[in-house]
């Protein structure tokens, strides 16, 4: 969109690099002047100031305002895929984890890797399962944490490991039509570039990457000297007395491969794979379930729910109520729900089952004071100003407030 009258120039190539400079400027200030506490807002303030700084660049070519606006909210959007699939593997970590999945992955991995071929060997399957879940951040998140593990029981370096790790994962993902990064970029650059056509570019780049690594990593392997390494039998032991360590405990990688294999949504992929995996622990891992609720008297079903929200009204919420404490679930689960849940219609059938259900809603006819009656002006669709509802006492321009003090008919 044109400023003024003006077509839009397309950027020169000092325009497109200023911005990168001043963002690379931005976050090395940061970091020196705050260190790791960089993280804690400075980085945030270095990253919209940059964006701030894109926009005067855009501006000066002759973009409005309004396209500038468009163009962040666009890019915004293209980039909330990957936050919900960070939000997920965040779950999927700490499911796995609960669920032994990791565990097991870690006891199983330390009988059959050696030390000489440990670190080619995470790069390389961490590659390969970066490939089937299309998801860097799912394999760092997983098998990654358990390779690391493995390192620090063979006495390997576990920054070693951690680079294999994000070496194989990092290149799986850009090789693969799964990967939503590598189906985004295609629809930004236009042009006809096909999902194909790009894993294929990117492979003359990453295919020598990864293949170098894989060769640095077997040479660092075969002169490692492992230092501190307990006994595999003791780590296996050691796992085993805090997990029950079983195959049922892979059944969650499983189902994501198949996931993955099937083509479902990434996000979906890995939210299924991490709920799947909570709901197992309460049946595999009942020790470690209780532990993480703080509450060992629970069993295996009630440890998995804290609390049940539920949204029915009428008929069947006073049938939801009274058999939800009929089955004895109100000593062990908070019942929450909608207002509807507990509604006065329905309370007198309920009876003594609603005592303790937490519900929330917009009104009730039941108020020991109820407010005075102000009937809205014949013809009208209310109050003519809103302001009277949601913020009665917010500061107005002389001209908006004669609201405030309303007449007889409310208005």
Not at 102 to 124: D, K, R
Not at 327 to 343: D, P
């Amino acid at each position: 969109m044109a400023r003024e009258g003006r077509q839009p120039r397309p950027p020169s190539l000092l325009d497109a690099l200023l911005p990168i400079v001043v963002l690379i400027v931005l976050i090395a200030t940061s970091i020196w002047l705050f260190g790791v506490a960089a993280t804690d807002g400075p980085l945030q303030v270095a990253l919209f100031v940059s964006a701030a700084f894109a926009s005067l660049i855009a501006f000066k070519n002759g973009y409005t305002v309004a396209a500038i606006a468009d163009a962040a909210v666009g890019g915004v959007t293209s980039a909330m895929g990957a936050v919900f699939i960070l939000l997920a593997v965040g779950a999927l970590i700490g499911t796995w984890n609960m669920a032994g999945t990791i565990p097991t992955v870690v006891h199983y991995g330390i009988g059959l890797l050696s030390p000489t071929w440990f670190y080619v060997a995470s790069a390389a399957i961490c590659a390969l399962v970066g490939m089937i879940t299309g998801s860097s951040w799912t394999t760092a998140g997983t098998l990654g944490v358990a390779f690391v593990g493995m390192a620090n029981v063979l006495g390997l370096s576990e920054n070693v490991a951690a680079g294999a790790v994000i070496c194989g994962a990092y290149f799986g993902d850009k090789m693969t039509p799964l990967s939503e990064t590598t189906i985004l970029v295609p629809k930004l650059v236009g042009g006809g570039l096909s999902v194909a056509q790009h894993v294929r570019n990117m492979f003359w780049t990453a295919g020598p990457a990864i293949g170098i690594s894989l060769v640095l990593f077997l040479i660092i392997g075969l002169n490692a000297e492992p230092k501190g390494a307990a006994s595999t039998e003791a780590a296996q032991k050691a796992l085993e007395g805090a997990f029950n360590i079983s195959v049922l405990n892979l059944l969650p990688l499983l189902l994501l491969v198949v996931f993955s294999i099937r083509k479902f949504p990434p996000f979906l992929s890995i939210l299924g794979a991490a709920l799947f995996a909570g709901i197992l622990a309460c049946f595999t891992q009942w020790t470690a379930v209780q532990a993480f609720v703080d509450d060992p008297s629970l069993g295996p079903l009630a440890t998995g729910a804290k609390a049940v929200y539920a949204f029915f009204s009428g008929t069947d919420a006073v049938n939801f109520v009274k058999q939800f404490d009929q089955f004895g679930l109100k000593a062990t689960v908070k019942l929450t729900g909608a207002g509807f849940l507990t509604e006065p219609d329905v309370l007198p059938a309920q009876g003594k089952s609603a005592l303790g259900v937490i519900t929330g809603h917009f009104y009730t006819p039941l108020l020991d004071n109820p407010p005075p009656v102000r009937p809205y002006r014949e013809g009208s669709w209310g109050p003519n100003a809103i302001h009277q509802l949601i913020a009665p006492h917010a500061w107005r321009l002389p001209f908006e407030r004669a609201w405030r003090h309303p007449n007889v008919y409310g208005a």
